[in-house]
């Protein structure tokens, strides 16, 4: 179904005025109602901006059963609820599904045009050049307690793919030199990179500097669409009380790596994701 020009710049103008008013979910029936459309159409609009990168969509469904709130990958894929068990299907429950999102910042730049923004000039900027986009890494933060050092240091092997490919530029605190102010430095990786990954253990949670300092401030660029967040389970911890409980973690179902019988798998599911993350920024 073809979606117009005039449907994409009213949406967006819809969206950028419920940010400004504190809402960040959308359903499809809002939209549709706003621009006197089908549901259908809507779902349509919202895809298609996800596509043009003018907006960063993320889907979060109820489970039909117990009520559970989901963060779904794949809208087309059978679901299975983490808490009862239940597997339902988005397709036939639209009713439970909602839209998450936030304004791409690098579309934001365009903030600045009185007129209502044409979103040619995103589709160029995001795809006039494909081969030198191409060929920008993506600058990959990991952010982790010494006392998981063994981990990070496990990680860092498992990404050596994406490295040799050329698609990420991966940062720890073990690059800093000697006589370097390490806090000025740190700071300016959690304000500028892409990917920022929290490797979670009760040590990572009782250190005031990973827990109140990276994480906090890596919450504060993802909630402005800024950066991307993945929290890697190291160790067994309570991290499903902290703020974390609204990220989906590694490895799959948040299993702590260090309970895997062979951890090779669980770093294999680990970098398959952040592939995954590296394409939709590419």
Same mark, same amino acid.
């Given at each position: 179904?073809?979606?117009?020009?005039?449907?994409?710049?009213? #949406?967006?103008?819809?969206?950028?005025? !419920?940010?400004?008013?504190?809402?960040?979910?959308?359903?499809?029936?809002?939209?549709?109602?706003?621009? !006197?459309?089908?549901?259908?159409? &809507?779902?349509?609009?919202?895809?298609?901006?996800?596509?043009? %990168?003018?907006?960063?969509?993320?889907?979060?469904?109820?489970?039909?059963?117990?009520?559970?709130?989901?963060?779904?990958?794949?809208?087309?894929?059978?679901?299975?609820?983490?808490?009862?068990?239940? #597997?339902?299907?988005?397709?036939?429950? !639209?009713?439970?599904? %909602?839209?998450?999102?936030?304004?791409?910042?690098?579309?934001?730049?365009?903030?600045?045009?009185?007129?209502?923004?044409?979103?040619?000039?995103?589709?160029?900027?995001?795809?006039?050049?494909?081969?030198?986009?191409?060929?920008?890494?993506?600058?990959?933060?990991?952010?982790?307690?010494?006392?998981?050092?063994?981990?990070?240091?496990? /990680?860092?092997?498992?990404?050596?793919?994406?490295? %040799?490919?050329?698609?990420?530029?991966?940062?720890?605190?073990?690059?800093?030199?000697?006589?370097?102010?390490?806090?000025?430095?740190?700071? %300016?990786? /959690?304000?500028?990179?892409?990917?920022?990954?929290? /490797?979670?253990?009760?040590?990572?949670?009782?250190?005031?500097?990973?827990?109140?300092?990276?994480?906090?401030?890596?919450?504060?660029?993802?909630?402005?669409?800024?950066?991307?967040?993945?929290?890697?389970?190291?160790?067994?911890?309570?991290?499903?009380? #902290?703020?974390?409980?609204?990220?989906?973690?590694?490895?799959?179902?948040?299993?702590? /790596?260090? #309970?895997?019988?062979?951890?090779?798998?669980?770093?294999?599911?680990?970098?398959? &994701?952040?592939?995954?993350?590296?394409?939709?920024?590419?």
């Amino acid at each position: 179904m073809n979606v117009n020009q005039e449907q994409l710049n009213r #949406t967006l103008t819809f969206l950028r005025w !419920k940010l400004e008013h504190n809402s960040k979910n959308i359903d499809e029936i809002k939209i549709a109602k706003y621009l !006197k459309i089908s549901i259908e159409e &809507a779902i349509n609009i919202m895809e298609k901006l996800s596509d043009m %990168r003018a907006i960063i969509l993320n889907v979060k469904a109820n489970c039909p059963a117990c009520k559970n709130d989901l963060w779904v990958e794949d809208i087309n894929a059978s679901i299975k609820c983490n808490e009862c068990g239940n #597997t339902f299907s988005l397709s036939q429950n !639209k009713r439970y599904m %909602r839209y998450y999102y936030t304004i791409n910042e690098s579309y934001k730049e365009f903030r600045k045009i009185r007129e209502c923004p044409q979103l040619s000039i995103v589709s160029k900027f995001f795809q006039g050049d494909v081969n030198n986009m191409n060929t920008n890494k993506v600058n990959v933060f990991l952010s982790y307690c010494h006392a998981d050092e063994e981990y990070k240091n496990k /990680l860092n092997v498992h990404l050596s793919p994406l490295k %040799r490919m050329s698609k990420i530029n991966e940062w720890d605190d073990r690059e800093l030199e000697a006589g370097t102010q390490f806090d000025e430095i740190i700071k %300016r990786h /959690l304000e500028k990179d892409d990917i920022i990954i929290l /490797l979670i253990s009760a040590d990572f949670i009782n250190s005031d500097y990973c827990y109140n300092t990276e994480m906090q401030k890596a919450m504060e660029r993802c909630k402005k669409g800024q950066c991307k967040i993945l929290p890697i389970i190291v160790r067994p911890c309570l991290w499903k009380i #902290t703020p974390l409980k609204d990220f989906l973690a590694l490895p799959k179902d948040g299993k702590p /790596l260090s #309970t895997y019988e062979n951890e090779d798998i669980a770093y294999l599911e680990i970098v398959e &994701a952040v592939n995954q993350e590296i394409d939709s920024f590419r």
